[in-house]
């Protein structure tokens, strides 16, 4: 089934060399510079990967992380989001100390450096840029497997091929992110560099983590992780918040009393020290738009207070409130949550806007063998909230708060931006609402933002929540297994699916 959304954009390559000049710190600027490479590499290299001089440009700017001033670039680009800068606390600096830790283990005198992109393309220019700074010739290139996730292929040009012959008796150092799933983007540059007749004792690996490979799905990943070292540093080793409390993972349940599903892997870091909450909501722009976001709707009375954004965590006060559960519906919540969704929709318009269609129709025929064809209603794409379950709201003692508001429209799930519509009909899913206080709620959105169509857009609306809950439910309690978040996922499944039966009956 379908959850995950296409997040690659087209742009103009003048606005990533633009936001490389302006970047404030030596952090933001590699982090967009790994972007403009990434672009640029897949421009120059859209079948196999090649051994390009403006490509090799790029890469000595990246290591050096100087703004390249380069002729021959493309007008245009595809970048796409580079999630662990931006979701999941994936600091560059980790990658630093990993390749400390095999300088001081094996003194290389010659690496070369592969990074895969497109997150890679930065990671491996901290990787090439330590060891060269400790005195190792340092060779460097950024790669990117193609194929299905699952099977990943590396192609490489003969004359890359022969490059990586010439420099048989260095260390090879192969860079990225993950591994996710599969292991395979790792294992087939693996295989690419052992048919160029490099040793498999000197291919290492640099991952964000290290599994025992035993649970990938890939039969090459797995016999092939077992076979190299790997050098990873992890986010404590940063040792940013000593003595907080660790609120990931869904550890921030306890704290609450809500008994929800998680998906720990999904879960943004959060920390709470000296009654402060710290949040990750990303690196350079990311975070600032996040932050932003939560100033916004503090003001607005609708969000909790924030105060500061470092290192890409915002923080402000711990809130103290119950949270709500299913059928906690009173005439003051449904004001103040119409008044809210009103807002959003004024105040965080964009352009954009997912294509729901055929996420409906995967997960509905996947979820429940029926074919089931539409057609979108007209509507504008905004900033939703994408989090409209009770336990995310707060009743306090100053009145209703809304929690998590800032960043799930732009994480690499469904739906991105979209028509409002969306958070109204799962506001009505998640509280079970009955048809009256459904009704309500949408009559009162309109009383606050004059969208007088919304009425007619919430049955499509209904559909695609209901869809892509199910399609996450399935995948969280295939990934999650026998434990308890599991068994709280496969009973959302059922759920989701009886509802989403029901909401196609009354659709047809």
Known sequence: MIVYREQSRTVPTAEVLARIEAAGNPLERLIEIGELEAGVADALSPDCDRDHPVLAALRRAAIRNEAPRIPGLPETITISVPEGYAYYALYPE????????????ARPARVAVLGIRSI????SAVVAAELEGAGCEVHSWTVRPRGHPFDRRLIAEPEL???????????????D??????GSSFASVVAALSAAGVPEQRIVLFPSWTPDGSAFVSEAARLCWPRHRKYVASFEDLGMFPGARDLSSGNWRTCIGAEVAVQPQHERRKYLADGRLYKFAGLGRY???AFERAQVLA??????????????FVSGPWVSGRPLVPGDMTDDLLDVMARYLAFRSREFQCRGGSQLTEMIRVNVEEGLGLRLDLSPPDGHACAIDNRMFPHEWLRTASGYLKTDAVDH???HFYPGPQDIAWDLAAAAIEFDMDAEAATALASRYVAHSDDRGIHSRLPFHRLAWLAFRLGYADMAAGALGDTPDGARFRRQRERYAELLLREIRRYA
């Not at 890679?120 to 990671?123: A, D, E, I, V």
Request: aromatic share 14%; hydrophobic share 40%; proline share 5%.
């Open 287 to 289: 975070g600032r738009g």
């Open 94 to 105: 980790t990658y630093r100390m990993a390749a400390r830790a095999f300088w001081n283990e």
């Open 177 to 182: 992110e993950g591994p996710g799933l599969s």
């Open 409 to 411: 429209y732009d994480d």
């Open 299 to 312: 003001a607005a009375g609708f969000g909790p207070p924030v105060e500061e954004l470092a290192s890409g």
């Open 161 to 175: 091929q022969r490059r990586w012959r010439e420099l048989a008796g260095a260390y090879f150092a192969v860079v």
């Open 120 to 123: 890679g393309t930065s990671l």
